[in-house]
């Protein structure tokens, strides 16, 4: 009862806010001008607030500290480093990989319009995901797939630098099964292999030799992560494997026969298209579910290379993309009546980043050969697919019913009460002081904006009505994750060098 009053409130609040300064409804009908370069630095800022580890020198969210620095002390390893997914202070690989993955195909697809100094901030964020990627394939026949107890994480209300609670890792050794991890982390680091070619070859070539391991980890022990009972209780419910792990031995195959050109690779998502289920579930992509994106990645080689024996996956790329378009007989993806994507289930928002890129990258290959979608009776072209993008983007920018930015530090008017630990708890740099487990949850139930902004945060986002609260509480609105920004790097990227 105390929650729903307190969100009533701050509602109230919100109106007076809206009505009095910004004029209520300022983002219906109207459309601004977005500084999209603005809104790329501010991306990729983002994700330097959520590391963990030493943090470097040129750290420039410097409200932030050292965190996680025993972490993989249970296994007498070194796990520090990488990223917390989210608004808490836990290290999950299965979503962290996937994020290193949509930040590598960001660069790839899009990283020659970025302006030097955003490519390079990106290859760092990437870097620093990878590090630790690395470290979790270390050991023959292993897989660390998680850092940190998030029953006691979450039992807390704690800055990541002055964590107690307990730092347990989690590991899968063979025979037990772990390919949606491990298939994802051969993804991410065969897609930053090439993003890292040029400017750091031997680099390159230690991403893509552990991404082979981590290939052959996954595809020899197949089974889901989240099986294995001394994951399951800790990495369910937050990142269960919901969906098989099925579509990730394609993704981490069809990742590594991009960079490697090799032909076992393309044998490989040949052979076991039908049996691993290419064609299933193809109107999702997200950290659990890669249908529509592998179906995208791979159809590049059809569109591009002429490799019709790959043709069912261009097949049901465009079966998907023939979902989104309003027009099409065959769209069933809602929307909220201001225009945004809408799943239910929280954090919505991932849906709307995820599927412009794959949108934006789909346009790409149409237009390198002059190629169009039939959808029935409507043709989809590029062109379509940019501008149905550009309309996620800017409701997610303020475009929308509510006049609100969903990125944090972006235009004068952002969500001030993010689920964020770090940003709603006082800085150790303001208040060095130890605030224990519990000491954190007065900041929790405040209703003052957090004292941290966490610029580039993207949260959670609007219900399938376009109606937000700026409530801490509700987490599935008001949190930040990095799998929600990851795709939106190479969506934003795009539209800065396209504005119109």
């Given at each position: 009862m105390?929650?729903?009053?307190r969100?009533?409130d701050v509602?109230?609040?919100?109106g007076?806010?809206?009505?009095?300064?910004l004029g209520?409804?300022?983002g219906?009908g109207r459309?601004?001008?977005?500084?999209y370069g603005?809104?790329?630095?501010?991306?990729i800022?983002f994700?330097e607030?959520?590391?963990?580890g030493?943090?470097?020198q040129?750290?420039?969210v410097?409200w932030r500290?050292?965190s996680?620095?025993?972490d993989?002390?249970?296994?007498n390893?070194d796990?520090?480093g990488g990223y917390?997914?989210?608004?808490?202070n836990?290290?999950f690989?299965f979503?962290?990989?996937f994020t290193?993955t949509m930040?590598a195909w960001?660069v790839?697809?899009f990283g020659?319009?970025?302006?030097?100094?955003?490519?390079?901030n990106?290859?760092?964020?990437?870097r620093?995901?990878t590090d630790y990627l690395?470290?979790?394939v270390?050991?023959p026949?292993r897989?660390?797939?998680q850092?940190?107890?998030?029953?006691?994480?979450?039992?807390c209300?704690?800055?990541?630098e002055?964590?107690?609670t307990?730092?347990?890792?989690y590991?899968v050794?063979?025979?037990?099964?772990?390919s949606?991890?491990?298939?994802e982390t051969?993804?991410a680091l065969?897609a930053?292999s090439?993003?890292?070619?040029s400017?750091?070859?031997?680099?390159?070539e230690t991403l893509?030799?552990?991404a082979?391991t981590?290939?052959?980890?996954a595809d020899?022990?197949r089974?889901a992560?989240?099986d294995n009972?001394?994951?399951?209780?800790?990495a369910c419910?937050?990142?269960c494997?919901?969906?098989?792990?099925?579509?990730?031995l394609?993704?981490?195959?069809?990742?590594l026969?991009?960079a490697t050109?090799?032909?076992?690779?393309l044998?490989?998502?040949?052979g076991?298209?039908k049996?691993l289920g290419?064609?299933?579930n193809?109107n999702e992509f997200?950290?659990?579910?890669k249908?529509?994106?592998l179906?995208v990645?791979?159809?590049?080689e059809?569109i591009e290379?002429n490799?019709y024996?790959?043709?069912?996956?261009k097949?049901s790329a465009?079966?998907?993309i023939?979902?989104?378009?309003?027009e099409s007989?065959s769209?069933?993806i809602?929307?909220t009546?201001?225009?945004l994507?809408?799943?239910?289930?929280?954090s919505?928002?991932?849906?709307a980043?995820?599927?412009?890129?794959?949108?934006?990258v789909y346009?790409?290959?149409l237009?390198h050969?002059s190629?169009?979608?039939?959808?029935?009776?409507?043709y989809?072209?590029?062109?379509?697919?940019?501008?149905?993008?550009k309309r996620q983007v800017d409701?997610?920018l303020?475009?929308n019913p509510m006049?609100?930015?969903?990125?944090?530090?972006y235009?004068?008017?952002?969500?001030?009460?993010?689920h964020?630990r770090g940003?709603?708890l006082p800085?150790?740099?303001?208040?060095?002081?130890?605030?224990?487990?519990?000491e954190?949850s007065?900041?929790?139930?405040s209703?003052n904006p957090?004292?941290?902004?966490?610029?580039?945060?993207?949260?959670?986002?609007?219900d399938?009505n376009d109606?937000?609260v700026?409530?801490?509480?509700?987490f599935?609105k008001?949190?930040?994750t990095?799998y929600?920004?990851?795709p939106?790097v190479?969506v934003?990227?795009?539209f800065?060098a396209?504005?119109k």
């Amino acid at each position: 009862m105390k929650v729903w009053r307190r969100m009533l409130d701050v509602a109230v609040l919100m109106g007076l806010g809206l009505g009095l300064g910004l004029g209520l409804g300022l983002g219906l009908g109207r459309s601004q001008t977005h500084d999209y370069g603005d809104a790329l630095s501010k991306c990729i800022l983002f994700l330097e607030g959520q590391r963990s580890g030493f943090l470097p020198q040129d750290q420039r969210v410097s409200w932030r500290g050292n965190s996680g620095l025993s972490d993989g002390w249970n296994y007498n390893t070194d796990l520090t480093g990488g990223y917390y997914d989210a608004g808490d202070n836990i290290k999950f690989g299965f979503p962290m990989a996937f994020t290193t993955t949509m930040l590598a195909w960001s660069v790839l697809e899009f990283g020659d319009l970025m302006p030097p100094n955003e490519l390079r901030n990106a290859l760092v964020a990437i870097r620093w995901a990878t590090d630790y990627l690395l470290k979790t394939v270390s050991q023959p026949n292993r897989i660390f797939v998680q850092v940190g107890d998030p029953n006691s994480d979450h039992d807390c209300w704690e800055r990541p630098e002055d964590m107690d609670t307990a730092r347990t890792t989690y590991a899968v050794d063979a025979p037990n099964a772990a390919s949606d991890v491990a298939g994802e982390t051969a993804a991410a680091l065969a897609a930053s292999s090439m993003a890292f070619r040029s400017s750091d070859p031997s680099y390159a070539e230690t991403l893509l030799r552990n991404a082979i391991t981590a290939f052959q980890f996954a595809d020899n022990y197949r089974g889901a992560y989240s099986d294995n009972d001394n994951v399951k209780y800790n990495a369910c419910p937050y990142y269960c494997d919901f969906d098989g792990y099925q579509d990730e031995l394609l993704w981490g195959a069809a990742w590594l026969r991009r960079a490697t050109h090799d032909g076992n690779f393309l044998n490989y998502i040949q052979g076991n298209g039908k049996t691993l289920g290419a064609d299933d579930n193809i109107n999702e992509f997200g950290w659990d579910n890669k249908h529509a994106g592998l179906n995208v990645l791979v159809s590049k080689e059809v569109i591009e290379g002429n490799m019709y024996s790959l043709e069912s996956y261009k097949s049901s790329a465009e079966s998907f993309i023939c979902t989104l378009i309003p027009e099409s007989p065959s769209s069933h993806i809602e929307y909220t009546p201001g225009g945004l994507v809408y799943r239910p289930g929280g954090s919505n928002l991932q849906h709307a980043t995820s599927i412009a890129f794959l949108e934006l990258v789909y346009a790409n290959y149409l237009t390198h050969t002059s190629q169009a979608i039939n959808c029935g009776n409507v043709y989809v072209s590029a062109q379509t697919l940019r501008q149905h993008a550009k309309r996620q983007v800017d409701y997610i920018l303020g475009d929308n019913p509510m006049g609100l930015s969903y990125m944090v530090g972006y235009s004068n008017y952002y969500p001030q009460r993010i689920h964020h630990r770090g940003s709603s708890l006082p800085s150790i740099k303001d208040h060095p002081q130890f605030i224990a487990c519990k000491e954190g949850s007065i900041y929790y139930n405040s209703t003052n904006p957090n004292p941290n902004v966490l610029v580039g945060a993207i949260v959670g986002g609007p219900d399938e009505n376009d109606f937000y609260v700026d409530d801490r509480v509700d987490f599935r609105k008001s949190e930040p994750t990095t799998y929600i920004n990851a795709p939106f790097v190479g969506v934003l990227a795009y539209f800065a060098a396209n504005p119109k």
